[in-house]
């Protein structure tokens, strides 16, 4: 088994606000998060596919493909787009790095058809970052 | 979905690699210039990732704030510009490699209460880390 990582950068706005809470509740829980009218981050995404290589080609799988499949699916959706208001995926969830690695997730997985994803990795900032492995342990296999 | 959070910390102190164990030749002989006789220091990067589900409520593993208070008073302000051999209780008699300084950063860490704890990875120098997952996880990395 091998495992190909991508990684591509898109940039895009958001704010943390869950009408179920008070004002108040909303600053204690999210704090600058919840300024309203949002900020923004550079994300950079890591997508890992596992799988053997093809003998024919020596591929898990042709590159070119998999960097159409993410410009399409993430690229285009968010981009230079306001997370909350622009991507329907993240409506009536708070576009915290959680959800929006677990989206991700969720786009891509049926896309990838040679070898399976493995992991998606967003970094919010070079500091913070979340693995999601769908229902996958993570561990190698 | 399993997801995995990552935050990223610094502090800077400083150690010396001596064991008792061993004779001065041969304290020489295995750590070179780390047992020079009043120690040097490094920038460490510690990576701290937790796992748990995403609360619907708030979008998150667990509120960051929470855990870099915790970070903060578990680990930083007891390492942050300290001389390790000296003060922290851990290694007096007990060689600061990063190895150990990996494993008690863990230990510190692992009571953590909003969120289970993943893996430690300690950055000695930005071409040495060390990564401990807990002696029961990490055989099938």
Redesign the interface.
């Known amino acids: 088994m091998v495992y190909l990582t991508r990684k591509i950068e898109f940039s895009a706005s958001h704010l943390?606000h869950?009408p179920?809470?008070s004002a108040e509740e909303n600053r204690r829980?999210?704090?600058k998060c919840n300024n309203p009218h949002g900020h923004g981050h550079n994300y950079v995404l890591e997508v890992t596919v596992a799988g053997d290589p093809d003998p024919a080609t020596g591929m898990v799988l042709d590159l070119k493909e998999l960097k159409d499949i993410l410009q399409r699916e993430v690229t285009d959706r968010m981009d230079h787009r306001f997370l909350n208001y622009e991507v329907p995926e993240l409506s009536g969830?708070?576009?915290?790095?959680?959800?929006i690695?677990?989206v991700i997730?969720n786009l891509l997985e049926s896309k990838i058809t040679q070898g399976h994803l493995h992991r998606v990795r967003l970094y919010e900032t070079?500091?913070?970052?979340?693995?999601?492995?769908?229902?996958?342990?993570?561990?190698?296999r | 979905m399993n997801l995995h959070l990552t935050r990223r910390y610094r502090f800077s102190a400083s150690h010396r690699l001596h064991s008792a164990q061993l004779g001065e030749e041969e304290n020489k002989r295995v750590y070179g210039k780390c047992n020079n006789p009043y120690g040097h220091g490094h920038n460490y990067v510690v990576e701290v990732a937790v796992s748990g589900p995403v609360d619907p409520a708030t979008g998150m593993i667990t509120n960051l704030s929470d855990l870099d208070a915790f970070v903060d008073r578990e680990v930083i302000e007891p390492f942050d510009h300290k001389y390790l051999n000296e003060e922290v209780a851990e290694f007096h008699g007990h060689v600061p490699t990063t190895e150990n300084l990996c494993i008690e950063i863990f230990n510190r860490l692992r009571e953590f209460p909003r969120a289970k704890l993943q893996r430690v990875r300690v950055e000695e120098t930005g071409n040495n880390s060390f990564e401990y997952m807990g002696e029961s996880a990490g055989s099938g990395q």
Do not use: H, M, S
Request: aromatic share 18%; net charge negative; glycine share 12%.
């Open positions: 943390y869950n179920a809470f829980v999210f704090g969830r708070i576009p915290t790095c959680e959800n690695a677990t997730w070079p500091d913070l970052f979340v693995d999601c492995y769908g229902n996958g342990t993570g561990d190698a």
